[in-house]
């Protein structure tokens, strides 16, 4: 089945918005534009909400949040249970994010990373499958253990 993909930004992630999309449509992906749809000014906790909702209804996909640094937008989505947001910076941290956190969203500053360093990323993190074993069980303890406080050992 089609990987499907949902995004999201703030104003200070939208500029690249358009690139990112051509990314992962060129990838084969489906994306979802979820706004907003101009540049001005908005609160990037609300369209973190939105692509972390849309991500956990629609069970397999992932999403991408961008903001200026990718940092603010990373922490508010991580409030939504069931969602591992990376912020990530490179090659590296996108593929090891799926690897070991089987994370969901990827966030990134478009003050931060440029349009090579993005496509690389999309790329690493669409196409790592999660490694599971250890990994699932520190996974579980990050949604049981942190989120609903229960001590997991
Ligand atoms: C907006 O100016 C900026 O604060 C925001 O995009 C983000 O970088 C916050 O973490």
Redesign the pocket.
């Known amino acids: 089945m089609k990987k499907r993909f949902y995004i999201a930004t703030?104003?200070?992630?939208f500029a690249v918005k358009a690139f990112v999309k051509e990314t992962v449509e060129a990838l084969g992906y489906e994306i979802i534009d979820l706004g907003p749809e101009s540049d001005d000014r908005v609160d990037?906790p609300d369209y973190a909400k939105k692509c972390a909702e849309a991500v956990l209804k629609d069970e397999g996909s992932f999403g991408i949040l961008i903001?200026?640094?990718?940092?603010?937008?990373s922490i508010a989505a991580n409030k939504v249970p069931g969602i591992r947001a990376a912020l990530c910076h490179d090659h590296y941290t996108a593929m090891m994010t799926r690897l070991h956190n089987d994370a969901n969203i990827l966030c990134f500053?478009e003050?931060v990373v440029g349009k090579g360093v993005i496509a690389d990323m999309i790329k690493a993190f669409a196409e790592t499958e999660f490694e599971g074993g250890r990994h699932a069980t520190r996974v579980a303890k990050i949604e049981y253990g942190c989120s609903y406080g229960a001590d997991l050992g």
């Open positions: 703030d104003h200070a992630g990037y903001c200026g640094t990718g940092i603010g937008i500053g003050r």
